[in-house]
């Protein structure tokens, strides 16, 4: 099987621009979540989706946005972007929505804003 | 944020030594958790877990124990081989629908050969 796929790998934006990242889940998993890691906050979570539902979100302002396809294919979008947002993108998938599961991690987007 | 990673704790072992990776959990209502290992330029890799009605798992050439009194987790690695070098997280999950993990700072597992 394969595992959670996210593109791009790297990207680079300068700051105002908006940025989509994507992200494809392990086949049949159909919760998807996502994480922002930076050197100085750690894993911190952005947002959760099941059934194209968002369950779940993070402390992060409303230019980080998400969804979920009916596939399960999840992309997320970051808005008006800051120099902070500088970091490693992480999407995680599991196989059902019914909570305390394993998660499987992708090996993220590196997000470089300039 | 809900996860603080401003300082990186390093642990140190010499090959072939038992390492022993320490984690404090925030939320008394947890009752799942995660270890997972991140290598450089890797998404982390889930390792072992355990729900809150366990006090100990094994896997393979790992143990997980789970102290829910004074909210600790830790996590054990038998004879540590080089290949063990990584970043290792401890993560909670708060309990209810929800697959959200809160995660630790991170301990860096440095292994000397």
């Known amino acids: 099987k394969a595992g959670v796929t996210q593109t791009p790998r790297y990207l680079i934006k300068t700051r105002g621009q908006q940025v989509t990242l994507s992200c494809s889940p392990i086949s049949g998993h159909r919760s998807v979540s996502w994480y922002q890691q930076t050197p100085g906050q750690g894993l911190q979570f952005l947002f959760e989706?099941?059934?194209?539902?968002?369950?779940n979100k993070g402390n992060f302002p409303g230019r980080f946005s998400g969804r979920q396809f009916s596939n399960s294919r999840s992309e997320m979008n970051v808005s008006t972007l800051e120099l902070g947002d500088s970091a490693l993108y992480l999407c995680?998938?599991?196989?059902?929505?019914?909570?305390?599961?394993?998660?499987?991690f992708g090996s993220g987007t590196q997000l470089s804003v300039l | 944020g809900e996860s603080v990673g401003l300082h990186l704790p390093t642990l140190s072992v010499q090959e072939g030594d038992n390492s022993i990776i320490n984690c404090a959990y925030s939320n008394s209502a947890s009752d799942y958790f995660i270890w997972y290992k991140q290598e450089s330029g890797k998404g982390p890799q889930f390792i072992i877990d355990?729900?809150?009605?366990?006090d100990k798992r094994q896997g393979q050439r790992v143990t997980v124990l789970l102290n829910k009194t004074v909210k600790h987790l830790s996590l054990q690695i038998a004879a540590t081989q080089p290949g063990d070098s990584a970043v290792y997280f401890c993560?909670?999950?708060?309990?209810?629908?929800?697959?959200?993990?809160?995660f630790g700072t991170g301990t860096l597992l440095a292994v000397q050969p």
């Open positions: 995680a998938s599991s196989s059902t929505g019914f909570g305390g599961e394993k998660l499987f």
């Open positions: 993560a909670e999950n708060p309990g209810g629908a929800t697959n959200k993990l809160i």
């Open positions: 989706y099941f059934s194209e539902t968002q369950r």
């Open positions: 355990i729900r809150s009605n366990m």
